[in-house]
């Protein structure tokens, strides 16, 4: 639900107006009786306590009762309000306000968020971009603009860019304090939990606990819910557990065009098994999006940038209405999975740093597997920077236009690459932001390099599950992703690392998890599923066209991209190891600002 949040000023009252033309016309108002939080007429507010001097309210309510007379001393003391804030960010949006002035705290994931703007040095937060951006008529920011074109770009160095300028988000893993009179500021409030990595069976039961709780969470207010099961293990176990919990629920799923693509048969097994209606869609290739330059111009969706999932927009399209026909209200994704349970590339230096000389059966059998090359592997594993020192190497390479070494592949995130179509200009953007990144000294998001890109990972994810909300907010789905979920991420990370490499099953610290209520078969090593193919199609199906839409492209007018250097490649991806991910990005972008030159002119 759209909202802004304004300070107590007396130059608040004509945003105030604005904003009831923007949002909405329900007021929570401060006891001076100037305007606080402006949302739509049918939101709803749950007030959650208020302490001496101070207010507590979330956009839904908590799942447990809560402790709140630990609520002693300065309202806005990072240390007195952290526990309350963080229960109660777990699943919604949490302001509190008091003397010290606002606190606003989002869930990890990011799919809960905060947004603030400074509006003729106003201070304005919001949970949408969209919002801010109506009250403020920010620009699109080049430089993010460039950043989104480059390939394997650290996420949490970023996560506070939006793609306006002068809008900024609340980073991973950080709240934001208004203070009163005062500038935002943020300020870190998660960290993975501490202390020696657990038994993997005790882990596991710590994921069930709290996947069992997210879910009942995530679903108490439902009667029937809806889910996915694409036939992988992520949706899988989310559908035996809904069942294990004793949920009515439907099963939804796309296919491929790929032979090689075998979870059609799991998904209908799985189905059958459970004894619930599994509706299947036409394969992936007939509703992708990834490569149209057809440019939408809803100025809600407008403001998230160029969607990060276009190549699922179409089969979404057809998704949501029939979930919202069934008439559930909740449905589940198994978005997250991979990242918390299956390798991640700083997975080898993470399991060498835990087990010494008794990981090298298991690392060089990966290297043998992956056929990664042993030097480069060796020394990334042995590889002992801290996350700073490795960010500042991997920048001066790129401001250097040296190729990365291949031993960063391993460590606490894959060196980025810029496309070779950039233009001075953009690649001048590009470096002066990771150089700005870089002497911020950045800390990590976890103690090693599986977790801190676990939690970069999660956050990624997160932003996908806002953004379906956002854009299919008329349909009156709420979206949930269990594995994205604060309390099933830090169960996770207490397990050992090298349960991700297990040789006999997938995603071993799952298996155990799910064991209970889910057959352990399932976990057998076998092939992925991958819809590769059906975004391959679709490009073949549409690249004459993107060939001729970009021989005039918005990325060309504004300096970021050379066309002549990109055309080869829109018409053959597989020209000098540029891929699908890379083309699927610039047409993104190049969609994305498309559209915005078509609301100007429908406005204008």
Known sequence: MPFVVLPDDPLSAAAGERAGDIVGDQVLRYPSGRPWIISTPDAQWHEIASPPGARIVSTTPPATALDIDRLTGNPIDHHSWNSVAGHISAHAHFIGQGPGGTRFQGNLSGSCRFFWALDNNLPLVSDSPAVLRAMT??????????????????????AHRTMW???????????????????????????????????VAEAAAGVRDALRDVLRAQSRSAGLVTADLSGGLDSTSICYALDDLGRRFRAFRTSSTSPWNDETGRARAAAADLGVELVEFPPLSETSTAFTLDARADPVELAEGPVVWSASRGYLDVLAPAVAATGSRVHFTGLGGDELFDVVPGVYRSVWAERGLGALGVLRRHQLSGKFPLRPFASGVA??????????????????????????????????????????????????????????????????????????????QGQILRQFGVVFAGTGITWQAPFTDRRVVEAALRAPVSARLDAREDKRLLAEAVAPFMPRALFAK?????????????????RHDLVAGFATARLADLGLV???????????PALADVGLLELERVVGAERWLRAIDNETRSTG
């Open 165 to 199: 300028s002068g809008i900024t988000a609340v980073g991973i893993g950080r709240w934001l304090r208004l203070p009163p009179g005062g500038v935002p500021s943020t300020h870190r409030w998660w960290s993975p939990t501490g202390g020696p990595a657990l038994p």
């Open 137 to 158: 008529g920010a620009a699109p920011d080049l430089t993010s603009v460039a950043l989104s074109l480059a390939k394997a770009m650290p996420i949490q160095p970023f």
């Open 562 to 572: 050379d066309p002549h250097r990109l055309l080869p490649h829109l018409d053959s």
């Open 383 to 460: 590889d002992r920077r801290s996350y700073a020192a490795h960010l500042r190497s991997v920048v001066a390479a790129v401001a250097a236009g040296r190729a990365a070494r291949r031993a960063d592949s391993y460590s606490w995130f894959p060196p980025p690459v810029l496309p070779g179509w950039l233009t001075a200009e953009g690649r001048a953007l590009v470096v002066g932001a990771l150089e700005e990144a870089a002497a911020g000294d950045p800390e990590p998001l976890g103690a090693d390099p599986t977790a801190h890109q676990v939690v970069e990972s999660i956050s990624y």
């Open 526 to 542: 076998r092939d992925r599923g991958d819809f590769t193919a059906d975004i391959y199609a679709e490009h073949r199906r549409r």
